[in-house]
């Protein structure tokens, strides 16, 4: 339940666990029993980014959500929690947005146009019980994506994937933060490749504006000097 600020647990006449909640935008209060939960506690912007202008209105960081280029100073790539936009926080939304940070960045360098574009890939697997499991998968805005919510919520193909994932994202963890020396994700052995921006697939489908995209900055002089 997003959007609700829980006030006060309480126990009541016979002895039911009790949280009250209040709606942050309507205001409306609600109580709701319950054994155990998770509470995700209020978040607030870090006072320093907001400071120096790099947030929007949220207190995120204003990126542009494709190039994850700012979208005011030219020289500020973001990724990971810290960035502004409609899809979910997961360590595997920061792994999809590696090879778009590296790839802008070096192009960014060179004075080149910045054509790789970041779909908002988000996955997270969902741990149903001690040994069941499914998983969400979607892209910018919460649209899903192929393989979203694709494993029964119970049953064989459930404890499967269950084991299929405690093994996958330990090892995709492991690869993560090994500083082992590669190319990153996704390919690790070659760096990441991508289209002409009015040849990408995903901006056409999303019918984005390709010219203001491209010249969301202009293009710095990269001006290469010798030192001897």
Not at 107 to 120: K, P, S, W
Not at 178 to 185: L, M
């Amino acid at each position: 339940m997003f959007g609700w600020e829980m006030l006060k647990v309480h126990h009541n006449n016979i002895g039911e666990k009790i949280a009250t909640f209040k709606n942050v935008d309507s205001g409306e209060v609600i109580e709701k029993s319950f054994r155990s939960a998770n509470i995700n506690p209020p978040s607030k912007a870090h006072a320093e980014l907001v400071a120096a202008g790099i947030t929007d209105s949220t207190g995120m960081i204003d990126v542009n959500p494709y190039t994850l280029q700012h979208s005011r100073f030219d020289n500020i790539f973001a990724f990971g929690d810290a960035i502004k936009g409609e899809t979910t926080r997961t360590q595997h939304a920061a792994y999809a947005q590696c090879p778009v940070i590296k790839h802008n960045l070096l192009r960014f360098m060179e004075g080149q146009e910045l054509n790789g574009i970041y779909d908002g890939y988000s996955y997270m697997p969902f741990y149903l019980s001690h040994s069941h499991a499914s998983c969400f998968q979607h892209t910018w805005d919460y649209e899903a994506a192929p393989k979203n919510h694709w494993v029964p919520n119970y049953g064989l193909f459930a404890k499967w994937y269950f084991g299929r994932q405690m093994n996958a994202n330990l090892g995709c963890g492991t690869a993560y933060s090994s500083f082992k020396k590669d190319h990153g994700p996704p390919h690790k052995h070659y760096s990441a490749l991508y289209d002409p921006l009015d040849k990408n697939e995903y901006l056409m489908s999303k019918g984005v504006n390709i010219e203001a995209l491209r010249n969301a900055h202009p293009k710095r002089e990269v001006v290469h000097s010798a030192h001897h």
